[in-house]
């Protein structure tokens, strides 16, 4: 992962929503066969930025170990289609656990 991943990483308990939106979508911006940085939160992982099954893997991989994630389940992960539901899948997982702050 490089320096612009890991320079967003927060600690758990310190953690914002809107900050987890961010790193996620740098993260998946970053992963990306595309890395289409002008992509909005409803741009296709498949059909925008180039997303194979390999880099949906390695993306679900990085996602798990930057946050801590549970394997995702293969009929969840298949509704996730677009940065904006990658962002919300963490964000709830994470939410679920009370490890979000309120955003300032």
Do not use: C
């Amino acid at each position: 992962m490089t320096e612009s991943v890991q320079a967003g990483t927060t600690a758990p308990g310190d953690r914002t929503e809107a900050g987890v939106r961010e790193l996620v979508r740098s993260i998946v911006i970053e992963l990306s066969p595309g890395r289409d940085e002008s992509a909005g939160p409803d741009a296709g992982l498949i059909e925008t930025l180039g997303y194979n099954s390999l880099a949906l893997i390695e993306l679900a991989f990085t996602l798990e170990d930057e946050f801590d994630l549970a394997p995702i389940e293969e009929a969840t992960a298949r509704q996730i289609t677009t940065i904006s539901r990658v962002e919300d899948h963490v964000v709830n997982e994470l939410a679920g656990r009370g490890e979000l702050v309120a955003d300032p």
